[in-house]
C-alpha cells in the first residue's frame, strides 16, 4: 500500500508545471493550480491585494460572466473554491472525471483573459472588509494574532495578515489589481496538480492545449527581506471587551525545508494532542485553561521562510492570567530540562504519524501536499519524506529542538486584557 | 456546458451487516486504501432526550463514558487512546449518541476492546464529572464572545420553545452547575443501552475479522432498556419576531432567520433540497448568495440550509453584514424570498442543481468518517440504506413543479423569527414595522 500517490511530472515550454497523481477509488478529479503568489510577496501599503485579488478571480473574463465560473463547475457536478496563504494561492475544481477538461478550460481561460473593472472591484472590497471584519476584528482572538505577528516580525512580510490592513484594503486600485496580475499571475508561477481518475498523458495533453499558448513573463523582482534573529523577549497589551484573558505567545521557527521541523511537530503534539497530553493534564483538566495549545501547522502548511510556532492559553474565569502563563512556560522549561521518556516520545510519534495518514485520505489533500510542497519547497517529491522522517525522530532530537527554538530570547508575547464597554469604546474602534 | 453530467457509474462502498444474537446491529465497511479504521457505536436517543431543565445530561453523560472506566482511570485510559494515536470522542447530538474511536487498523482489536470497556464499564468517578462540569462552565463563559455561536444557539433555543429541541446540547450556564453525577449515571442506565443501537467499523479491516471479533466479545445482554421513544409535536408561531443580542462592541452583525422545517424522512425533503439549493444552499449558484453578496455586497457569505434531523429541524438563513447594512441586508432577503415564491426556479436552475448534487455525491463518500456519518444518519433517520444509494436517481427526477410545490408548503416568510448579535440600538428602529422587537442582553 502506498499511502502518499506516485506523481508524474511535466513541464510546458512556457514554465508551467504539471503534477498529476493517478487514483481509481472514485470517478472524481480533483484539478487544481497554485501560484507563488501570498500575502509573502506584497509591499506595505498594498497588504491584502493577494487575496483580494484572489476574489477578483471569479469576476469574469471576456467569454465568462462575473461568478458565471463557480456555477458553471456547479452545475457540471463540481465544487470549488480557492484561498490565500503568505506563501501561495491556490484555486481547485473537484469534479466528476469527465468534466475534467471543462476545468482546465476554464483555469485557463481567467489566467489569461481576466476581466478587471471598477465595477467588480468595489462590491468586492467592502465584500472582503466584511470578511475581514468576521475573521479578525469580531472574533474574539483574531486581532491578538494579528499583533503577535505584527509584533514577532520586524522586517519579514509575514509581519502584516494574509487578508490585509483595513486601511490598505480601503485604498487599494483597479491599477494594483491590473499590476499583481500581470506580474504573479503567469504559467511559469504556478504548478497545475490532477489528481484521480484519470491518465497522466491526457491531462498533459488538455493541459497543453489550453496553457500552451500563453506567455511566460519575467519573474517578479522579490522585495522579501529576511528576519534578523530575535535576541530578546518581546511583549504587548491589548485591550478589549472579552469574557476571559488569554496570551498568545511566537516562537521564529525554520521554513519547510527545515528538518527540525519534524520534531517541533512532535514537541507541539506531547504538549498539547490529547487528553494524555502535557497542557491537558496540568492546565485543562483542573480548569485552570478554557485551552492550552502549542501550533506549528502541519504538512504542507509549514511557513515557507522562517515561520512561527504558536503557544497560546485562554485563562479560565478563576485563573490569573499571569499564573496560566506562569505555568505553561513552567512546563516548556521542562522539555528543554529532560528528554520525552520513551512512552511519551512513542506516543507523540503515532500520533504525528497517525494524523497525517488521516489527512491523506481525499483526492483533494493529496494534490495539496504535491502542489504546495512544489510551490513552498520547491520540490513535490519531499512530500515522501514526511512520513520517513515522523519514524526516525528520538528523544535527543526533541529535546534539541526544544533548547534551539523555546528560549524566552525567541519569545514574543501578546497579552488580551479584559476591558468594560466603556474603556472599549474609549480606546475608539478596532479596525 | 450545462448538459446533464454523465459520469462514469459510482458505486457505495459495500456495506456488510450483521445482526447480533443480543439485538445489536453491526456494520462492516472495508476500505483497505490507507492503514486507518474508524469505529462508531450510536445510540438512537440524543439531546433531545434531555429531561426538562437538564439541558447537557446526555451530552455530558456521554462524555464521561471517556472519563475512566471499571479498569482504568481517566489519566490512564487517555494515555491508551493517545498511546495507539487514535482520538476518542463520545457526544451527543439530536436523536443520537455516538462513541467514536478512530486510529490505526494495525490497532483494530485493541481499539475493539476499548470501545467496548468504554460502553459497557464506565465507572463515572466524581471527581472527573466535577472538573468536567468546570471545563464545560468555563468554555460556556468563553462562548459568550463568540458571535456566531450565540446567534446559532439563541435562534434554535427562541424557534423550538416549548420541543425537546429547545437548548444546545452542550448544555446551558444555568443548567451545567446544577447536574450532579449521579443523574449522568442514571441516565446512562436507563437510556444508553436502547434497543436500535448499531456498531459500525469501517476501514482497512476485512467484514469476517469484524464480525468475529464482535461475536465473541460484545456480550449478548449489550442490549438495554428500551428507548424512551418520544413524538413531539413543533409548533411554528405566525408572525415576524425579531429577537436581538445586544453587543455594542461588535462591528458586524450576525444575522439567522428561519422557521421550524421538516423532518430528513419527509416525502418532500428531496424537491426542497434541489429548490433551496437554487436558492440559498447553492454557493454561488444561489439567488441569496448572487443578490446579497455580488449584488450588494452587503456580506462574504450567505446560506440557506435546512438542518438534517429525524424529526423537524430548523430552516434558517445564515449571514453576517456590517452594523449599517444590517437592516437593508434582512430586507432584501425577505424580499428575494417573496419573489421567489411567485417566480420559481427555472428550468436551467432545477437541471444545474440536480447537475451539482449528483455529480459532487460521490466526493461526500471520501473519508472514512464521511462515509460512517451518512450511514448514521440513514439509519438514525429512519430512511433505510437504500436511500445512499438510490439518491441520484431520486434528486434527478425532481421536477419543477414539486419544487414550487414544496416552496410553498414548507417556506414560510411570514412565519419567520429573526435574531441579530450586534449593535442593536442602531437599527432596532428600523425592524419595527416587520414586527415585535425583544432586546436581551
Redesign the interface.
Given at each position: 500500500m502506498t499511502a502518499i500517490l506516485e506523481f508524474s511530472d511535466y513541464q510546458l515550454a512556457n514554465g508551467l508545471r504539471v503534477l498529476v497523481g493517478e487514483s481509481r477509488s472514485l470517478p472524481v478529479v480533483s484539478y487544481q493550480v497554485h501560484f507563488a503568489a501570498g500575502s509573502r510577496y506584497e509591499k506595505p501599503g498594498i497588504t491584502g491585494i493577494t487575496h483580494l485579488f484572489e476574489h477578483m478571480m471569479f469576476k469574469g473574463t471576456e467569454k465568462v460572466g462575473p461568478e458565471e465560473f463557480s456555477r458553471v463547475i456547479q452545475a457540471n457536478g463540481g465544487t470549488l473554491n480557492a484561498f490565500t496563504t503568505t506563501d501561495n494561492t491556490s484555486y481547485y475544481e473537484n469534479l466528476p472525471a469527465g468534466r475534467f477538461e471543462l476545468a482546465v478550460q476554464l483555469e485557463a481561460d481567467r489566467l489569461e483573459n481576466l476581466r478587471l473593472t471598477q465595477e467588480t472591484l468595489e462590491p468586492e472590497r467592502e465584500v472582503v472588509r466584511s470578511e475581514r471584519k468576521l475573521r479578525s476584528v469580531n472574533s474574539p482572538f483574531g486581532v491578538l494574532v494579528e499583533q503577535l505577528f505584527a509584533l514577532a516580525y520586524e522586517q519579514h512580510s509575514y509581519r502584516w495578515p494574509v487578508i490585509g490592513w483595513d486601511q490598505d484594503l480601503k485604498n487599494l486600485t483597479l491599477e494594483d489589481c491590473r499590476e499583481y496580475y500581470r506580474v504573479h499571475y503567469a504559467p511559469n508561477n504556478a504548478v497545475v496538480v490532477v489528481v484521480g481518475d484519470i491518465e497522466a498523458e491526457k491531462v498533459f495533453r488538455t493541459v497543453e492545449k489550453y496553457y500552451g499558448h500563453i506567455p511566460p513573463q519575467p519573474p517578479p523582482r522579490l522585495t522579501i527581506t529576511p528576519e534578523r534573529p530575535q535576541r530578546g523577549e518581546k511583549r504587548a497589551v491589548f485591550k478589549k471587551v472579552s469574557q476571559v484573558g488569554a496570551f498568545f505567545a511566537a516562537f521564529h521557527i525554520p521554513g519547510i525545508t527545515h528538518p527540525d521541523l519534524f520534531p517541533l511537530q512532535v514537541l507541539c503534539h506531547a504538549l498539547s494532542l490529547g487528553r494524555s497530553s502535557r497542557f491537558f493534564e496540568k492546565l485543562e483538566k483542573p480548569g485552570k485553561a478554557v485551552e492550552a495549545q502549542a501550533e506549528m501547522g502541519h504538512p504542507p502548511f509549514f511557513f515557507m521562510d522562517p515561520g512561527i510556532l504558536q503557544i497560546y492559553g485562554i485563562a479560565s474565569p478563576t485563573i490569573a492570567l499571569e499564573t496560566l502563563e506562569g505555568e505553561v512556560w513552567e512546563t516548556i522549561e521542562t522539555l528543554r530540562q529532560e528528554p520525552l521518556a520513551d512512552e511519551e516520545l512513542s506516543k507523540a510519534k503515532k500520533q504525528t504519524r497517525s494524523l497525517f495518514l488521516q489527512s491523506l485520505q481525499t483526492l483533494f489533500f493529496q494534490g495539496l501536499l504535491a502542489g504546495m510542497y512544489q510551490v513552498r519547497a520547491g520540490d513535490f517529491r519531499l512530500a515522501k519524506t514526511i512520513l520517513p522522517s515522523y519514524e526516525s525522530i528520538t528523544a535527543d532530537d526533541v529535546l534539541r529542538v526544544a533548547r534551539k527554538y523555546l528560549r524566552p530570547e525567541n519569545r514574543t508575547v501578546v497579552l488580551l486584557q479584559p476591558v468594560s464597554q466603556a474603556e472599549h469604546e474609549d480606546l475608539g474602534e478596532i479596525e | 456546458?450545462?448538459s446533464r453530467?454523465?459520469?462514469?457509474?459510482?458505486t457505495l462502498p459495500k456495506i456488510f451487516s450483521a445482526l447480533l444474537q443480543g439485538g445489536l446491529k453491526v456494520y462492516s465497511i472495508p476500505k483497505?486504501?490507507?492503514?486507518?479504521v474508524s469505529i462508531h457505536l450510536v445510540l438512537p436517543r440524543g439531546a433531545e432526550a434531555d429531561p426538562p431543565g437538564k439541558a447537557g445530561l446526555a451530552d455530558l453523560t456521554a462524555e464521561m463514558l471517556?472519563l475512566g472506566t471499571q479498569k482504568r482511570s481517566?489519566?490512564r485510559l487517555?494515555?491508551e487512546?493517545?498511546?495507539?494515536?487514535?482520538?476518542l470522542s463520545a457526544q451527543s447530538g439530536w436523536d443520537s449518541t455516538s462513541l467514536h474511536l478512530?486510529?490505526?487498523s494495525e490497532d483494530f482489536e485493541r481499539l475493539m476492546s476499548l470501545l467496548l470497556e468504554i460502553y459497557t464499564q464506565p465507572a463515572f468517578p466524581p471527581e472527573e464529572f466535577e472538573?468536567l462540569k468546570?471545563?464545560r462552565i468555563?468554555?460556556l463563559?468563553?462562548e459568550?464572545?463568540?458571535?456566531e455561536i450565540i446567534a446559532d444557539e439563541r435562534f434554535q433555543e427562541i424557534l423550538f420553545q416549548g420541543t425537546p429541541y429547545d437548548h444546545p446540547a452542550y448544555g446551558t450556564l444555568k443548567t451545567i452547575p446544577q447536574l450532579v453525577g449521579d443523574e449522568a449515571k442514571e441516565f446512562y442506565q436507563r437510556g444508553f443501552l436502547p434497543e436500535g443501537s448499531f456498531l459500525l467499523m469501517i476501514g482497512d479491516v476485512e467484514e469476517e475479522a469484524c464480525f468475529r471479533w464482535v461475536e465473541a466479545h460484545f456480550p449478548g445482554g449489550v442490549r438495554g432498556k428500551e428507548a424512551v421513544s418520544k413524538t413531539p409535536s413543533f409548533y411554528s408561531p405566525s408572525g415576524v419576531k425579531t429577537v436581538m443580542i445586544d453587543r455594542?462592541?461588535?462591528?458586524?452583525s450576525q444575522i439567522r432567520l428561519g422557521h421550524i422545517g421538516m423532518p430528513h424522512g419527509h416525502p418532500d425533503f428531496l424537491p426542497f433540497e434541489v429548490m433551496n439549493f437554487v436558492l440559498g444552499a447553492?454557493?454561488?449558484?444561489s439567488r441569496l448568495m448572487?443578490k446579497i453578496?455580488?449584488?450588494?455586497?452587503?456580506?462574504?457569505g450567505i446560506r440557506g440550509s435546512l438542518a438534517l434531523r429525524k424529526n423537524p429541524g430548523p430552516y434558517s438563513i445564515s449571514t453576517?453584514?456590517?452594523t449599517a447594512t444590517t437592516f437593508p441586508c434582512v430586507r432584501e432577503i425577505f424580499s428575494l424570498i417573496q419573489s421567489f415564491l411567485v417566480q420559481g426556479a427555472t428550468e436551467r436552475e432545477r437541471?444545474?442543481a440536480i447537475?451539482?448534487l449528483?455529480?459532487?455525491y460521490?466526493?461526500k463518500?471520501?473519508?472514512?468518517p464521511q462515509i460512517a456519518q451518512r450511514i448514521i444518519q440513514a439509519e438514525v433517520h429512519g430512511l433505510g440504506l437504500e436511500s445512499l444509494a438510490d439518491y441520484p436517481e431520486r434528486i434527478a427526477a425532481v421536477t419543477l413543479e414539486e419544487m414550487a410545490l414544496s416552496a410553498r408548503k414548507h417556506l414560510h416568510p411570514e412565519r419567520m423569527l429573526i435574531v441579530i448579535v450586534g449593535r442593536s440600538e442602531k437599527f432596532r428602529g428600523e425592524f419595527e414595522p416587520l414586527g415585535p422587537v425583544a432586546i436581551r442582553e
Open positions: - | 456546458m450545462n453530467v454523465k459520469t462514469k457509474s459510482f483497505p486504501e490507507l492503514p486507518l471517556t481517566a489519566s487517555a494515555a487512546v493517545d498511546g495507539l494515536g487514535a482520538t478512530f486510529g490505526l472538573q468546570q471545563r468555563a468554555n463563559v468563553q459568550k464572545d463568540e458571535s455594542p462592541d461588535l462591528t458586524q447553492g454557493g454561488f449558484s448572487t453578496r455580488v449584488e450588494r455586497g452587503y456580506t462574504y453576517f453584514t456590517p437541471e444545474e447537475n451539482f449528483t455529480g459532487s460521490p466526493l463518500f471520501e473519508s472514512l
